[in-house]
């Protein structure tokens, strides 16, 4: 199988390149040693005979992965047994190995289950409403016009677009209690619809639960556009006969979504599913924007919890790793699902 | 339309199919129109803001479009009045934008170029953990940067690599990395062999071949995939914010308007944060509308994820 591979004509591997024109198309490991050849032919036809021609091409982008991603987890791995801090940074003390001291440490810190709790709570409500509104765009996309299509996905486009900074610099603005007008438009709402002067100067930063209401609306925003250009995506790989069927069966749009569209696009949606659960659970960005500027310690999620852990004084080096060790085997959690989903789907060939 | 929801609308019809159609038109265009003016508002009051003067930036009633629309703010940006080096000097705009563009010019360039490298030995060859090397892809590239950002400091500080430019390039380019070769991969295997081979026979060697057959054939790959790692890397945040910490004249973009934001002192200065969201939100909008259908097609391969 391999043999037959590489010593396929069209085969553009660089080994064959240095060789040159004449010698590409020689079979690689006919005859005896060849002789008289310069090191560099020589090194080309060791190469093909040994069919290393995949592994050098990957060496130079593993090197980097390795580097600068693989390594650097693996040490928060190392660093999360260890009192790397300060001292340790500077060079004044040497580390020690401590155990799990900074797991136990962390585990009975109430801020550490105070932020994973936020973490899971919000991307219990963020996961299901972005799924949930960017399928219902996705299907409305495929039933408007061209024309009006076109004005919606591309506005849709436009928030996917926005730079994560921009955006939460943005709703920041929206939302800010001295001339935001998110709080001027809830102020003149009738009092019935839980509008009313109240809202003039709400803050949004300053507890919890308003500034995670406003990084919701914000991650819904950036969210949802993705979602819907892909269930828009997968609808039109339906043959429009199925829906046809079951609307002359009596099935109406809730009964054909559930029983078509939905187990048809399922693969598409598991993958949908991880994804999101994974951007949410691990954003970082919008958080640190919304609700890190003013710093208050009981609206950090876990991301935030474990960077100012490291980053502000005096820095638990170790500590920030574990945290951030339990993050990363949670996300990786479900990644795990998430490869799996995509290797149903086929895109892993 | 002969569904109970199609007849809802209000409208008792006279012939029910054709009027009946025209309402549920009329409704899903509403939708639509709705479902536009929301998703696009932030974006647009962004822009509005940045061209109102400070007495309409908190006037009681906001207008949509400034009544008495000014440069001010626009000007203030580029002064670079709004952040300042250690003594004191203001930073104008353009700095940021160069720092910005070298980093993510030679980022995108060194990411594209190793990509492509390995892109062709994952759609070209079959070697043993092939498989394993792309579900190596896939998982690296869910790895939390906030997580990594703590190893890497450490060693980039031992590295002297933090307060440069150049550790952000080698982050950037290793961070766009995966999902590069995984979009340039499909865009490879979609090259026919038969093309190559035709080529080959005609006597042409491996390195002729490259450049006269696949090279071509991938380059709209590259340039889709250059976009991604593109705006990867102009968008990045938790590294920069890491390693350049309060280091003025090498913050790039996103870290000028979040600092701009988080440190401005005696009242927020919305119209000048807002201006220069704009100036760096605007290139990446427009790149995406001139690439839009590009974009949308290489969405539908489903090779985007990020």
Known sequence: MVKTESRRPGNSSPAGAVTGRTRGRRPPSSGPRPTGLTARQRAAIWVRRHHLAPYLLLIPATAVIAWLILWPAAQIGLFSFQNYGLMQIIGAQPTQWIGLGNYSQILHDPEFWLSLRITVLFSLVVVPLTLTVGTLVGLLLARLGRKMATFVSTSALLAWGTPAVSASVIFAWLTDPDGGIVDWSLSKLPSWLGGGPHWAEFSWQNSALPAYTVLTVLLVWMGFPFIAVTVLAGLRTIPAELHEAARIDGAGPWRSFWTVTFPLLRPVFMVLLMLSIIWDFGVFTQAFVITAAPGNRDEFNLGLYEYFKAFTQPPAYGMASAIAFILTLILLIITVGYVRASVKQGEVR | ?306
């Open chain 2, 1 to 306: 339309m002969t569904t109970a929801q199609a007849r809802l609308p209000v409208r008792p019809a006279r012939r029910p199919g054709t009027a009946g159609k025209r309402a549920r038109r009329a409704l899903l265009n509403l939708a639509g129109l709705v479902v536009a003016l929301v998703t696009l508002f932030p974006v647009l009051w962004m822009i509005s803001t940045a061209f109102k003067p400070p007495t309409e930036l908190f006037s009681l009633t906001p207008h949509p479009i400034p009544l008495h629309p000014t440069l001010d703010n626009f000007r203030h940006v580029i002064d670079g009045t709004g952040v300042t080096d250690s003594s004191n000097n203001p930073i104008p705009y353009w700095t940021f934008l160069r720092n910005s563009l070298f980093v993510t010019i030679v980022a995108v360039a060194v990411s594209s170029l190793l990509a492509l490298l390995a892109a062709i030995a994952l759609a070209r060859f079959k070697f043993r953990f092939r498989t394993t090397y792309l579900i190596m892809l896939l998982i690296v590239q869910m790895l939390p940067q906030q997580a990594l950002v703590i190893a890497l400091y450490i060693d980039f500080r031992s590295l002297n690599l933090l307060d440069s430019l150049t550790g952000l390039i080698a982050v950037y380019t290793a961070f766009a990395l995966p999902v590069t070769i995984w979009m340039l991969r499909s865009f490879a295997a979609s090259v026919p062999r038969e093309l190559e081979e035709a080529a080959a026979i005609d006597g042409a060697g491996p390195w002729t071949v490259f450049w006269r057959v696949l090279f071509p054939l991938v380059t709209p790959g590259l340039v889709a995939t250059s976009v991604f790692a593109f705006i990867f890397a102009y968008n990045e945040f938790v590294f920069a914010l890491t390693f350049l910490g309060v280091d003025t004249p090498r913050f790039t973009l996103p870290l000028f308007v979040q600092f701009f934001q988080g440190h401005s002192t005696s009242g927020t200065d919305w119209g000048a944060i807002m201006a220069a969201s704009t100036l760096f939100t605007i290139p990446v909008l427009a790149f995406f509308l001139i690439i839009q259908r590009r974009l949308a097609s290489g969405l539908v391969a489903g090779a985007v994820k990020g």
